[in-house]
């Protein structure tokens, strides 16, 4: 006011007309290379209907002028007609067209002044283009382009250096020549450093060698290397560029100059105490000196620790160092001050210094003893929150919360004395009203600024009819108690001033530069015509200045505008940088220009034609580098600018019913479908209403939103009028939008207001309670109100305005209307109302407990939208243990002691309540407390005797319970054993009460947050029925709401992962247990019919989805398809023919075979079968051994192929087949109807199956192998028992071995057996280890597996060639009778064929499949791989080969012994031939292996019984061997005898005795090689092949 003091009264201004509308030219620059956005706007343009406003502002008239195109040359820039180029410009940029005089219509460049071209109209007055006198051509200018190439990689420069060898020269690129490309210089690094050599004809001049030291010689003025790379850039320069430089002065020698000292400071940011230990302890042995290049590092220390302590922060100083004493007073000592330092100051200097040594601080004076001074009282802050929701209930659970929120408390070192709500701001029909809380009101310039919604008493109203502008709230009566009563306000057509205020927030932080804010707003003036706002916001920070303004098209009349800027105290110093920002606006706004450390602030009033008012400046502080405000300085800034009141304004809510599928992208306000549809609808309500409502607004239509219920679009107009007849505009409407091709009818909008049915402030609505519904409707309003609930009709019309929801539960949640008649459209108040869930309380159970001190914990939990407490039933009464708590409430009782014991029995009551604090329920917790000890005891069960059962709630994050029976273990003790389990997720207990309501509003975000509870949760579900199976629900819940409206990617996304979740391996156990139950069986088919049912409700748009384990394609096609499609792409699909356009949707599922059964129609998993009834239970012969792939077309499909990969090829037997649902009575299995199975040439792992419809198909396949637990045990015991007499064997060939290998024939003979029982022993060893490598279903370990293999390959491949050879050694002892054969040339073939061949494909077979890692099989057993490499070919063949060429031996030998036995029939002493060709078979199917024929029967067919003879025969070959080849053969026995003494064994010998006697024929008989021969006829006697066979 001192300033004022002097200053004359303002002149009063004259009255002045209204201004007329100013016009103004808007350049728009459209920035595209898409030459279709042209001719899309050219065509917009050309309907675009003229004049339209847009608010208050008239659009009159849109050209394009100007359009610049790049073409092979450059840019040129055409104008469109009616507007020119000048001839300056024409001139500047050179014409592509003719220049007439003053314009050209096209130029070569874009100005770069951002000029366009102008029309006719402006060009007139322009004067001729002077022509220009003829001028020589100019010569071209040469330029020197320097290009720095930065590579690490020496290859690059080798390729540069070919390239410009053979670059031609010169080469043009648009009118530029270039004439030379040399290389100048190469920098490398060396060990040293960078060197920077030149090139050819390139030197470094003189200066540069001496700066930064050559790297060769330096002759005189030039050198060409140098030791560094310049810092200015500079590279080597040619020598023509070095020829007027003189020599280089030589260099006087000086002395080498003294090492410079520097002291670097780094600071180390971590929160790890222990970086700092490790750092002392690794500078505690740090040796010093030492150097890094040419910097000797001569001490490092630490300096200064920060650590932050419940307080704030200390910096402490480490040995040897201080804080000087000006940092002590500043930040305040955490030690004791000694005169000049300190060790620790209590934050974190701002200026970034640290601790400083001693040495320094030699010259500080001592601090100065400061003056006793009384402790600073607190300062009181009050902080304002501004909460934006719009749902009620957040209010409610507020109130409720500050109820019971104990203050003060404190955070920090701050202290929260007192949380008021102070403002409400709800929307009606009419708009916002913001109400204030108890003990908070308006001012008197808010009511009557923006209109009271109640009564004023002079100074304050409770209630506003907007939304403050300022942002400012309501206000306590304490600061409003000294304001005045309001003035009456004038009638209609006086001058109100138009105010706004602008507040700096004081800036409190020590120590931290905070940012000054001046912000300064004009509000709108109100006058008769138009109104437009003027508003100005300047923002002054440090070292930033920014100001923001909008055209001002006011008209001004005659009242003052008042601007008020108020800069609040700030008490701490600011330091502010240089600013030299300069900021121009456009004319008719606000100026702010700021000088180094000043700030000016200049606002200029509105000015019209017929007036002018004064300039008004202010300065805030001085050309000095600090400014420090300590006193509130209010300055006030007045210009006059008159005003006048306008008409009122009416917002109205509509909404608009389309007759269409809701696409939940209208959900997306960014999506292009919203946007389309909100342009369209904007455009059509505009301009049907601007032609049919005289009181509407143009262009004041806004669209709020989308919502489902067909598409209901729901959006606002501003009129002057409340009053309206919608009726013929919506006809106009209507018509205008069925023009572009939405569905729409005169009937089909109505006027809406959401809420008002039920007050929130009344709390929550809980289960079990009356809701009463109040509606209404607005007095002019007519006919009855007919009530609804989810569009839903209730009922007739009624006169009744409300409605009663008697004894409520959660099915009563959801969308409540009330419906009448207002300005002939319907009127409709609705409100979502949501019936709180029951509470799922979780409460702890009652127990025994021992008296071992332990405390006794207790705990109810409930939603959080309950409240619980826990009491204790005493002698004197109930005493209350907790108080009432939202959510959970926890009591800790004391233990009782061991010492202190004695049994009783303590009774706890818990509560629950309701927010409303009304009881809800309750039950009694008794704790029995005893010093004796049972059977079973543990903290969840508490104690118990054998076959107690005790039920105890699930853990924290479920509910439900868990029942628990004490049974006895092996040790004799007891345990607690769960014999039955109800927990569910909390979480999904949540969405299960969801879900009983589900709108499609809330689909979105349900889905989500399955998704996240399932993801996060995935163990716990893992290993649950009950939590898959409330999973699989609420999928299929929202797949069933999903056919209402069209499901987007995002949706869709969210529900594949939630599939993925709990289709993981970890759920496959959980699954079988599924299946097999009667009452769960169908689950896997509701999840997969949930997947189809949302699949084809899918947006139109093409995409994909990848997920874990599944793949969703949407695609529109026509004519054919074809894709390979899965997360690893496994799945071929084909659809050779479709009719027209067609949406196919594939969902791939790779993880459903954990899922789905493998029940079909003619076998259930569970069906008609008992629970002992295993054989029926599980279907083990068959699995899914492919995807499991969804085809969903909206198209009829006659022809589909699919191609699966197969994920285990050791399965056969596949079958193509499809999901049936209504297999089974409705339980849904696989059906092979309509599909078959497909041949594919030349590709294994691969089925292809042809169907003739779409659904979910799959390929069911069995096991090739037989898995039976009874063969398993044939196998291995009879294998055990050939191990057995396979070593006897072995030892009674070492017994006998002398005295029966005395010729030739016997001898080979017993080598044969020998080799025959040590190949097999040795096979059945490596068998036996094989089989305990690996195990059924898991993958093999190839190393150990390989090793096995191959000794089992080579081994059991000997066996069969040392058969070979002994069938052969029969047939050639049995044809060639007198033939003979040396014995050293029978062993070497023996051998030979015995051990070289088998040897030899063992080797092989592993050098040709071991590289492709196929040698052995990939899962189940240990042995040679078939479905990638097929080596077990190379066991196979040999082995069948030899037992063909065996039974061929075979043949031929008894061929020959029933020859002999017809012709020797005469002869009593010969056996029966029958008898001989018996012993032979017996004798000789072992020996030569016919066994293993029977393979052949089981690589063809899975029967049990092949595989069982199979076992049999083969497993038990060593005791075949022994009993055959040893105990049968009576020289053996007789051997074996004599070598130990055994007379009764040497009798067993079998004898030939006939009654004819000794035969007296005249033939040989017994030959030194014990053959007989007939001297009457040249064949072979029986009873010679039959010594033969067991005696050679």
Request: net charge negative; proline share 6%.
């Amino acid at each position: 006011m001192t300033e004022l003091t002097n200053i004359t009264a303002c002149p009063t201004p004259s009255p002045t007309a209204p201004s007329s509308p100013t016009e103004y030219v808007v350049e728009i620059e459209i920035d595209t290379v898409d030459a279709a956005v042209l001719t899309q706007l050219r065509t917009f343009l050309k309907y675009l209907s003229l004049p339209f406003g847009i608010s208050d502002i008239q659009i009159t008239e849109v050209n394009i002028t100007t359009v610049c195109l790049l073409n092979n040359t450059g840019y040129q820039c055409q104008c469109e007609d009616q507007y020119f180029w000048p001839c300056n410009k024409c001139a500047a940029y050179g014409p592509c067209d003719n220049i007439n005089n003053v314009t050209c219509g096209c130029i070569r460049a874009v100005p770069n002044d951002g000029q366009f071209c102008q029309p006719m109209t402006e060009l007139t007055n322009i004067t001729a283009c002077p022509t220009p006198s003829p001028t020589a051509p100019s010569s071209p200018t040469e330029y020197v382009v320097e290009i720095e190439i930065d590579t690490v990689d020496a290859a690059v420069l080798t390729q540069l250096r070919t390239f410009l060898k053979y670059l031609s020269l010169p080469f043009g690129i648009s009118d530029i020549q270039i004439t030379e490309v040399n290389i100048t210089t190469v920098c490398l690094l060396n060990n040293t450093g960078y060197q920077c050599q030149c090139e050819d004809q390139y030197f470094w001049p003189c200066n540069k060698c001496a700066a930064y030291g050559p790297c060769d010689n330096i002759n005189n003025v030039t050198c060409g290397c140098i030791r560094a790379v310049p810092n200015d850039g500079q590279f080597c320069q040619p020598m023509t560029e070095l020829t007027n430089i003189t020599a280089c002065p030589t260099p006087s020698p000086t002395a080498p100059s003294s090492p410079t000292e520097y002291v670097v400071e780094i600071e180390i940011d971590t929160v790890d105490a222990a970086v700092l230990t490790q750092l002392r302890t690794f500078l505690k042995y740090l040796s010093l000196p030492f150097g890094i290049s040419d910097i000797q590092i001569t001490e490092v220390n630490i300096t200064t620790v920060c650590l932050l302590n419940n307080t704030g922060y200390q910096c402490q100083c480490e040995d040897q160092y201080f804080w000087p004493c000006n940092k002590c007073a500043a930040y305040g000592p955490c030690d004791n001050i000694n005169n000049v330092t300190c060790g620790c100051i209590r934050a974190v200097p701002n200026d970034g210094q640290f601790c400083q040594p001693m040495t320094e601080l030699t010259n500080i004076t001592a601090c100065p003893t400061p003056s006793p001074t009384a402790p600073s009282s607190p300062t009181e802050y009050v902080v304002e929150i501004e909460i934006d929701t719009v749902d009620a209930a957040v209010l409610t659970q507020l109130r409720t919360f500050l109820k019971y929120l104990s203050l003060p408390f404190g955070i920090s070192d701050i202290q929260i004395t007192e949380v008021n709500i102070t403002t409400v701001c709800l929307l009606n029909n009419t708009g916002y009203q913001c109400r204030c809380e108890d003990q908070y009101f308006w001012p008197c310039n808010k009511c009557a600024a923006y209109g009271p919604c109640d009564n004023i008493n002079n100074v304050t109203c409770g209630c506003i009819r907007a939304v403050p502008n300022d942002g400012q709230f309501c206000q306590p009566m304490t600061e409003l108690t000294n304001f005045t009563a309001c003035p009456i306000s004038s009638p209609i057509g006086t001058s109100t001033p138009s105010t706004s205020t602008g507040t700096t927030a004081p800036n409190t932080t020590p120590g931290t530069t905070a940012l000054d804010t001046t912000k300064v707003t004009t509000v709108p003036d109100m006058t008769t015509g138009t109104t437009a706002p003027n508003t100005t916001t300047g923002t002054t920070a440090v070292g930033t200045t920014k100001v923001t303004t909008a055209p001002d098209t006011t008209k001004v009349t005659t009242a003052p505008d008042t601007t008020k800027v108020t800069i609040a105290p700030d008490s701490t110093k600011v330091t502010t940088a240089p600013d030299t920002t300069k900021v121009t606006t456009a004319p008719d706004t606000t100026k702010v220009t700021t000088a180094p450390d000043t700030i000016e602030i200049t606002i200029a009033p509105d000015t019209t034609p017929e007036t002018s008012a004064p300039k008004t400046t202010i300065k805030i502080g001085a050309p000095v580098s600090t400014i420090e405000v300590i006193v509130p300085v209010p300055i006030t800034v007045v210009s006059t600018t008159p005003t006048t009141a306008t008409p009122a304004e009416y917002t109205i809510t509509l909404s608009m019913t389309i007759d269409t599928t809701f696409d939940n992208t209208l959900t997306d306000k960014n999506s292009q479908m919203y946007q389309q549809y909100s342009k369209d609808i904007t455009s059509a309500v505009d301009g049907a209403y601007s032609g049919k409502l005289s009181s509407y607004k143009v262009g004041s239509v806004k669209v709020i939103k989308f919502r489902p219920g067909s598409v209901v679009a729901d959006f606002t107009i501003t009129s002057t009028r409340n009053t309206l007849d919608f009726s013929a505009a919506n006809r106009q409407l209507a018509s205008a939008l069925r023009d572009k091709g939405y569905s729409v009818n005169e009937n089909s909008f109505a006027q809406t207001v959401e809420s008002g049915l039920y007050d929130p402030g009344k709390g929550n609505i809980y289960p079990g309670n009356d809701l009463v519904l109040t509606c209404n409707p607005p007095d002019l309003s007519t006919g009855g109100i007919i009530w609804s609930f989810n569009d839903y009709s209730l009922g007739p019309s009624t006169e009744e305005k409300t409605h009663t929801v008697k004894s409520t539960s959660d099915r009563d949640s959801g969308k409540y209307a009330c419906k009448t008649t207002l300005n002939s459209i319907p009127y409709i108040i609705w409100q979502r109302i949501v019936i709180q869930p029951l509470p799922n309380i979780r409460v702890t159970n009652s127990k025994t407990v021992y008296c071992d001190g332990s405390p006794i914990t207790l705990e109810c939990c409930a939603e959080n939208s309950y409240m619980t407490k826990w009491s204790l039933f005493t002698s004197p009464g109930l005493q209350t243990l907790t108080e009432l708590k939202i959510g959970c409430s926890t009591y800790t009782y004391p233990g009782i002691s061991e010492a202190a014991c004695k049994d009783q029995i303590l009774t706890f009551l818990w509560e629950v309540y309701d927010l409303n604090e009304n009881l809800y329920s309750s039950n009694n917790v008794t704790i029995t407390v005893t010093g004796k000890r049972m059977a079973c005891y543990n903290a969840q069960y508490g104690a118990g005797e054998l076959g107690d059962l005790k039920t105890s709630p699930c853990d924290a994050d479920s509910i439900g319970t868990v029942t628990a029976r004490c049974v006895s273990n092996t040790t004799g003790s007891g345990v607690w054993n769960v014999v039955e389990n109800t927990c569910i997720l909390r979480v999904l207990q949540e969405l299960l009460d969801k879900s009983k309501n589900l709108q499609v509003a809330d689909v979105p975000q349900f889905t989500a947050d399955l998704r996240n509870a399932t993801e996060s949760n995935s163990a716990k579900i893992a290993n649950s029925e009950l939590n898959i199976l409330t999973v699989v629900y609420l999928m299929a819940v929202i797949a069933n709401v999903s056919q209402s409206f069209i499901v987007d990617k995002s949706i869709m996304t969210d529900f594949l992962k939630t599939s993925d979740a709990i289709s993981t391996t970890a759920t496959q156990k959980t699954w079988e247990k599924l299946n097999q139950n009667s009452t769960t069986q169908e689950t896997s088919s509701d999840l997969l019919k949930s997947a189809e049912k949302i699949g084809g409700r899918l947006t139109d748009d093409n995409f994909t989805i990848t997920t874990n384990s599944t793949q969703l394609d949407r695609t529109k096609t026509s004519g054919s398809f074809f894709g390979t499609f899965g997360v690893n792409s496994t799945t071929q699909i084909d659809i050779p023919e479709l009719t027209g356009q067609t949406m196919i949707t594939t969902i791939v599922f790779s993880a459903y075979d954990n899922v789905l059964s493998v029940r079909n129609a003619t076998y259930n998993d569970n069906k008609n079968a008992s629970k002992n009834d295993s054989t029926n239970n599980s279907k083990t012969d068959t699995t899914i051994n492919g995807d499991v792939v969804a085809v969903i077309v909206n198209n009829t499909v006659y022809n589909i192929s699919l191609i699966f990969d197969v994920k285990n090829e050791s399965l056969r037997s596949p079958q193509c087949v499809f999901w049936n649902f209504s297999l089974l009575d409705e339980i849904g299995g696989w059906d092979s109807t309509g599909c078959e199975i497909k041949p594919l040439v030349n590709q294994t792992g691969k089925f292809k199956c042809e169907c003739n419809h779409t659904t979910s198909f799959s390929i069911l396949m069995s096991p090739f192998f037989v898995d039976s637990l009874a063969l398993a045990f044939i196998t291995f015991i009879c294998v055990g028992i050939s191990i057995i007499c396979l070593i006897l064997a072995l030892i009674i060939e070492i017994i006998v071995w002398k005295p029966l290998t005395r010729n030739d024939t016997a001898y080979m003979r017993h080598v044969s057996i020998v080799n025959i029982a040590l190949s097999l022993l040795i096979a059945d060893i490596c068998f036996i280890i094989a089989a305990a490598i690996v195990k059924d279903g898991e993958p093999t370990p190839v190393g150990p597996c390989s090793t096995a293999t191959f000794f089992m390959h080579f081994f059991y491949l000997a066996l069969f060639f040392w058969m070979l050879f002994s069938a052969l050694l029969l047939l050639y002892r049995t044809i060639m009778v007198f033939g003979r054969m040396s014995k050293s040339i029978m062993l070497a073939i023996a051998f030979s064929v015995g051990y070289g061949s088998p040897l030899l494909i063992a080797v092989i077979t592993v050098a040709v499949t071991a590289g492709v890692e196929g040698y052995v099989q990939e899962r189940n057993v240990c042995w040679l791989n078939w479905f990638k490499t097929k080596a077990l070919l190379a066991f196979v063949i040999p082995a069948l080969t030899i037992v063909a060429i065996n039974f061929l031996v075979l043949v031929v030998v008894l061929f020959k012994m029933i020859r002999r036995g017809v012709g020797n029939v005469s002869q009593p002493d010969e056996k029966h031939p029958l008898m001989m060709i018996a012993k032979c078979l017996a004798i000789l199917t072992p020996l030569f292996g016919l066994t293993w024929a029977f393979g052949i029967g089981t690589m063809v067919t899975p029967a049990l019984g092949i595989h069982i003879v199979f076992a049999l025969l083969n497993s038990l070959q060593g005791f075949f061997v022994l009993v055959f080849g040893i105990l049968l053969d009576s020289k053996i026995r007789k051997a074996l005898a004599e070598r130990l003494k055994l007379q009764n064994l040497k009798n067993l010998s079998f004898t030939r005795s006939t009654s004819a006697g000794p035969s007296s024929s005249s033939g040989l008989r017994g030959g030194r090689n014990g053959y007989n021969v007939s001297s009457g006829s040249s064949a072979v006697s029986s009873s010679s092949i039959s010594d033969t066979v067991t005696n050679t």
